[in-house]
């Protein structure tokens, strides 16, 4: 019994600030955990700026890849060590995949880069106010779990397609070609550029590393893939790299470029792109952001065993809070929203337990701003690698939907289907909260669809036909 309590009594001050011993663990796990966490999202670094730095906005104007770079790791850093501080639970945070990819593809299409940027900074106020207010929690339970599932599906599909058409693997296939298939494996159903086989080369060696748990594999396989790609640069001369040119920089450190930061509008947006089509966007931004949240510290919560009876972390306001706070600071530093990894559940599984370790992966997001010119050296070939394996574990979500259920199996497969086959994240939420509301009405179950979702179909609705209304409006 005295053993047991001497290693529950905290050692020092740091130790009782974040619970370490309290927690049944040690300065050597949580450092090995910071760690891990690290060099299991570390791939954030690169493939933000490029799936940023590949989108144009409606000025046609691009951002800056070694700025995003830094940006990244900055916003990344700060964010992770705030988590740790202050909800003193094991989870880093970074700019998100998905969300990443609406802001580029979707969102910023439409106005400046500034704008888009104002709008998720919007989204980040909206869900700190949602946190404070309590009805970020009623809002989660509005839309009913198995579409929430659905929508992760859909971004990992979402994800997936980007990749592979960015790597030059799907291409599609000019009009004036007079075929009705739209896309085509390679040019001309061949992979005949070596752009791409690195792109395949990449891949596999990625799957062979995942498969055998290998810590870090994904950032191992971009950096692999990147080292292939040099190598073919430097002996075939290849054409059509999609982004970048896999040439060693003239130096590979540097003060890092933070001029993007600052660079957001928040009222010129409603101007341009319309009020309606602004304020969908921030929704989407908002729904695909916090839902993705509170499952993943759920998720890590249970790695670490740190979930109380209720099945809820400690510090889930404060989690929420700092969670909502990074994707601000996303916005505000042109990086698009950060949010919660599931990367984090590494950490835990090398012994994390509390924020401490976010310490370790925090300070060292902040070590790579510095190495910045490095980014400019990984093609999207090399880390399309990436968004394919990120698909494949959102992917894996889709077995907790009944398929029996048609009320709920029709609006998941609609959100997950017309995610990627619509290139648009927006779309695939707005028919599966819609067809969910209209099923459950026309079948008699109108009460199992909480109130909420009511307003949210008729804005999606308005969304879906705001062309004919313009038209007839204008």
Do not use: C
Not at 131 to 146: D, S
Request: charged residues 10%; aromatic residues 8%.
């Amino acid at each position: 019994m005295t053993a047991a309590t001497d290693t529950r009594t905290p050692k020092n001050g740091f130790d009782r600030f974040f619970e370490i011993s309290a927690r049944g663990s040690t300065l050597g796990r949580e450092v090995r955990g910071g760690l891990a966490t690290f060099f299991t999202m570390a791939y954030i670094v690169v493939l933000n700026p490029l799936i940023l730095g590949n989108g144009v906005d409606g000025d046609g104007a691009q951002l800056a890849i070694t700025a995003l770079a830094a940006g990244t790791a900055l916003v990344a850093g700060l964010m992770t060590i705030l988590m740790g501080v202050v909800a003193r639970f094991p989870l880093a945070l970074a700019a998100g995949l998905g969300v990443n990819a609406l802001v580029a593809y979707e969102i910023a299409p439409t106005m400046t880069w500034a704008d888009a940027m104002g709008l998720v900074v919007i989204e980040g106020v909206l869900i700190a106010i949602l946190v404070l207010t309590g009805l970020r929690t009623m809002v989660f339970r509005a839309v009913p779990t198995q579409l929430k599932t659905a929508i992760g599906v859909g971004i990992g599909l979402f994800l997936m397609i980007i990749g592979l058409v960015d790597a030059g693997f799907v291409r599609r296939i000019p009009d004036a070609s007079g075929t009705t298939v739209p896309l085509e494996l390679g040019v001309g159903g061949k992979l005949s550029t070596w752009p791409t086989v690195v792109f395949v080369a990449g891949l596999l060696f990625t799957l062979v590393l995942f498969v055998r748990k290998v810590r870090g594999a994904i950032l191992i396989g971009i950096l692999g893939s990147t080292v292939l790609a040099i190598i073919v640069e430097a002996i075939a001369h290849p054409k059509g790299w999609s982004l970048n040119t896999p040439k060693l920089p003239e130096k590979i450190v540097s003060s890092p470029d933070l001029s993007l930061l600052g660079h957001f509008n928040v009222l010129d947006s409603w101007s341009r792109a319309g009020w309606l089509v602004v304020i969908m966007f921030i929704f989407t931004l908002l729904i695909t952001d916090f839902f993705d949240t509170m499952g993943t510290m759920v998720a890590v919560g249970q790695e670490g065993n740190l979930l109380d009876s209720e099945g809820m972390p400690p510090r889930t306001r404060e989690i929420l809070l700092v969670d909502s706070v990074a994707a601000a600071a996303g916005g505000a530093a042109s990086v698009s929203s950060n949010t919660s990894y599931i990367e984090s559940a590494a950490g835990v599984g090398e012994g994390a337990r509390t924020g401490a370790a976010n310490l370790v992966t925090g300070v060292l997001f902040l070590l790579a701003m510095f190495l910045a010119p490095l980014v400019t050296v990984v093609p999207f070939e090399a880390a399309s690698t990436a968004l394919v394996v990120v698909g494949f574990l959102m992917m894996t979500a889709v077995k907790q939907i009944d398929w029996s259920d048609y009320t709920i199996a029709i609006p998941a497969f609609l959100a997950i289907t017309l995610m990627p086959f619509t290139y648009s994240i927006s779309n695939g939420i707005g028919a599966g909260i819609i067809t969910y509301v209209l099923l459950k009405a026309v079948t008699g179950k109108a009460r199992e669809v909480h109130p909420i979702l009511y307003g949210v179909a008729v804005l999606f609705v308005l969304y879906f036909l705001r062309g004919p209304l313009e038209t007839w409006i204008l």
